[in-house]
């Protein structure tokens, strides 16, 4: 019977194979139209409200259109698989098109455009991984400068008594999953190339104190966030934990950790804590992997409950950290299989090529936090009824590095099978 699931799982990759380096190609290709200039992130009237953008009385279609272009963690995610797209494929317009999206922030003296270092917001971190990547090919010290700007927020960001950092600075004594994947790859990153073990340390203490104090024992799946004070109207009492697992929260994890592991000394006796967890977050993602689609629900732990559905940026990021822990050595080969489900999911559940063959990833969720205004209580109502949007950015970016991962994976094998 084994033998027969085996052959039938080669026959279904091997017709597969428009197979993922086309995908990861034709969706960039899909960003690059939409996006020529700069990436003007759009947002949802609840998403606007709630980050002061929008005023009473004001038309939402209006705002949207004269919105400008600012530093934000969607771009980097994106331009992380754009960096992949060019190391594997030498396609140098992956390389140029990232320098002029990344140009658009950047003035000669290193400052960064929209960037405000007061605010202390993790949002702001992720595309300093971009500096550091521009400055290391075109060797441009706006670049440096820049990156250094941003390596001087982390030196000031508030952090609770357990010494995590805060989200934000108006999210007080607050960690959120999402954070770890925000600041710690590009604080290695920087350490990396200023190589100093207490910073080394701290990166490893974030993971072990998010995974410490959100981790629900039971499932072995972390809560989207934890308040140290225990003071939020969405944090348990007794625990400060969140009240439901956010599939994408613990994706942003995942992926945190398998990059930040890029740039963790081999010899760092603290590195294989970050290895413990991730085996452990693993562990738990395959088992609430769903059995008849092989992607990711919204709400990770209550499949087919009312309003619930498969997500796609969540499915992207677990499917590429699953891999890349796996060509990393860092996980087991028995989650291949769950990668191989995984990825075949997300081309029949999300992915649409149109009539004009241009390649979009469908059906991710806008967003999702907690606090603010107006109050997201972190329900399970509040999850499920957040808007979704097709071609979202945070998906795009994981859709394209779970392709390429995918894509190692069937080099390695020599065969069109992930």
Known sequence: MKKLLSFLLLVIFSTSAMAQLEYANGIAHTVMNNYPDSMVVKKFLNHLIQ???IKQGENIEEIQNKRPAVWNYEMSVVLMGFEHLW????????????KKMIDHFINNDGTIRTYNLDEYNFDNIP???????????????KYKKAAAQI??????????KVGGFWHKLKYPTQMWLDGLYMAAPFYAAYTSTHPNDNDFSDIINQFVIMEKYSRNQATGLLYHGWDESHLQKWANPKTGQSPEFWSRAMGWYMMGLVDVLDYIPK???RRVELINILNRLAKSIAKYQDKKSGVWWQITD????????????????????????????????????????????MIK??????SN???????????????????RDGTYAYYVNEPKRDDDLKAIGPFIQACIEIDFMNKKRGTNMP
């Not at 209550?302 to 860092?330: C, H, P, T, W």
């Open 267 to 269: 010899n760092n006796p």
């Open 151 to 160: 390596r001087q927020q982390l030196a000031w960001q508030p952090r609770n």
């Open 127 to 141: 595309a300093g991984r971009q500096l550091l990547f521009l400055y290391s090919v075109y060797h441009d010290e």
């Open 302 to 345: 209550k499949a087919n409950q009312k309003d619930n559905y498969l997500e796609a940026s969540s499915s992207a990021m677990f499917v590429f950290a699953l891999a890349k822990g796996i060509r990393m050595g860092y996980l087991s080969n028995e989650y291949k299989q769950a990668v191989k489900f995984g990825y075949n999911g």
């Open 349 to 354: 559940e999300f992915v649409v090529v149109d």
């Open 51 to 53: 980050d002061n953008q």
């Open 357 to 375: 063959k241009k390649v979009h990833y469908n059906k991710a969720v806008s967003g999702a936090g907690l606090g603010g205004i107006p109050y």
């Open 87 to 98: 190391e594997k494929t030498h396609d140098d317009k992956y390389l140029s098109y990232t």
